[in-house]
């Protein structure tokens, strides 16, 4: 019994052992709580010794207290793979040419059951073994560049992918796909839509809000949508491909500076924000929402600027913020701060002395507006135009994280802070437009008749 209880131990060994169920086992248990049925998991070697952990149908993992369980009992035993093998991928001589990059990120993930965390495990190979209606749509080739969660993505790797995206657009790939962790999906295809200008064909950087062992997940049709896009799609941009709504009626292709991800855990959680997107996606086909966009060329040109200067930072403002948070700043060496400010582009007085010393030491501080929505206008109130003779400098309506990641290629190319404010002010992709369309702001409020009406008429 001993080799079958993996990670168990103490009270939660007992009742195992007292029952004869074994890890792996599907089983039957009656508690206090009522009645639950599931496979019995290996015990993350962190966790405490008083639950035994099932999978329920539903995909999801649930702790039962050893202390509540009045019977169990195994219904059947098969113990569980989680390595998908890789396969070779099918060519077709008429079919496109598709590269998908890996980086990490629950797209490209699995359950360890060793920590109970989701981890980096599936190669892009193992992709297809995962999901062969890709051989249907392109002939792709896959590398796996890294292997972390997306908050290990940083300027390292932004060089590392555009340079890697630049070669193979020399070589005449019809389409790139970019596997992406998605909690700071939108930090890297900003850093993709600087560093990889005018690109001849589509960049799609994909991920999932739920990883591949779970019956909910959108990892395999967000893969099948932003490859259909790579290989078929004149969209040529960088552009992130994900769940429309939070079923699965059809994906949306969002431009790479304007687009945020808005939820935790829905798998809706990207929207384009102060504007529309770029097109909406099925498995059958591509509906452009925008017209204004780069068209695919034949062309294998492409500019590739891989620069990052990493001392910059982005701070989210709040009442009552001291001083000495922007003093540090400048005293570790700094060269760029963005900040979010309240309203049309505001901080507190007590800070601006920080902000007049950081600016004469020649800190590059650039001003956003945490709303998301609207622009910066400080010129409007005193306290605007009283920062802006301080030296910060509006950024019209620029997502304050596509601000810190444009600051930090800025500063990676040139130490003159007017060259800097140039590079700033000048949109390359969209990051600032001239007005946000009437359909580009829309937030609304449940409970009320009108939107509670639009609701069931779209989900009955």
Not at 1 to 21: C, H, I, N, P, S
Not at 116 to 130: M, Q, R, T
Request: some cysteine; aromatic content about 8%.
């Amino acid at each position: 019994m001993a080799d079958a209880v993996q990670g168990y131990r103490g009270e939660a060994l007992t009742v195992l052992e007292k029952y004869g169920v074994r890890v792996w086992s599907e089983a039957k248990i009656k508690s206090t709580r009522g009645d639950f049925e599931g496979i019995v998991l290996p015990r993350a070697e962190n966790d405490d010794n008083l639950h035994i952990v099932l999978k329920l149908d539903t995909g999801y993992n649930i702790g039962i207290s050893v202390d509540t369980i009045i019977e169990m009992k195994e219904s059947g035993y098969k113990e569980a793979h989680y390595k998908i093998p890789e396969q070779e991928f099918p060519v077709s001589e008429n079919k496109p040419s598709v590269k998908l990059f890996g980086t990490g990120g629950t797209i490209a993930s699995r359950l360890d059951y060793r920590t109970g965390a989701v981890i980096p495990a599936f190669s892009p190979g193992e992709l297809y073994g995962a999901v062969p209606e890709l051989a249907d749509i392109c002939n792709l080739t896959t590398e796996k560049l890294f292997a972390v969660f997306s908050e290990n993505m940083g300027p390292k790797q932004y060089i590392v992918l555009a340079k890697a995206i630049g070669e193979q657009i020399a070589k005449g790939i019809d389409g790139i796909v970019v596997g992406h962790g998605t909690d700071t999906m939108h930090h890297t295809a900003a850093a993709l839509s600087f560093m990889v200008q005018n690109p001849p064909v589509p960049i799609v950087i994909v991920g999932s809000q739920r990883s591949s062992d779970r019956p909910s997940s959108d990892a395999a049709l967000n893969l099948i949508h932003a490859t259909k896009a790579a290989a078929e799609s004149d969209i040529a941009e960088v552009m992130v491909c994900m769940f429309g709504p939070t079923s699965d009626e059809y994906g949306l292709l969002h431009m790479g500076t304007r687009v945020r991800k808005m939820h935790s855990s829905y798998r809706s959680t990207f929207r384009t924000i102060g504007d529309i997107p770029l097109a909406m996606i099925d498995r059958k086909k591509i509906t452009p929402i925008w017209q204004d966009y780069n068209r695919r060329r034949q062309d294998h040109g492409v500019k590739i600027l891989p620069y990052f200067e990493e001392k910059v930072a982005l701070i989210y403002y709040y009442p009552n913020m001291q001083p000495d948070i922007i003093d540090s700043l400048v005293d570790n060496g700094y060269r760029g701060i963005v900040i979010a400010g309240t309203g049309l582009g505001h901080v507190n007085k007590p800070v601006y002395p920080a902000i007049d010393r950081a600016t004469k030491a020649g800190v590059a501080i650039y001003m956003t507006v945490q709303t998301l929505w609207g622009y910066v206008h400080m010129f409007v109130y005193d306290t605007g135009r009283d920062l802006m003779s301080l030296g910060i400098i509006p950024t019209e309506n620029m997502l304050p994280e596509v601000a810190y990641v444009k600051l930090g290629w800025a500063l990676g190319q040139t130490d003159d802070l007017d060259e800097v404010k140039k590079i700033m002010l000048t949109p390359v992709r969209s990051e600032i437009t001239e007005r946000e369309p009437y359909n580009g702001y829309l937030i609304f409020q449940g409970g009320v008749p009108e939107v509670e009406k639009f609701l069931h008429s779209i989900h009955r």
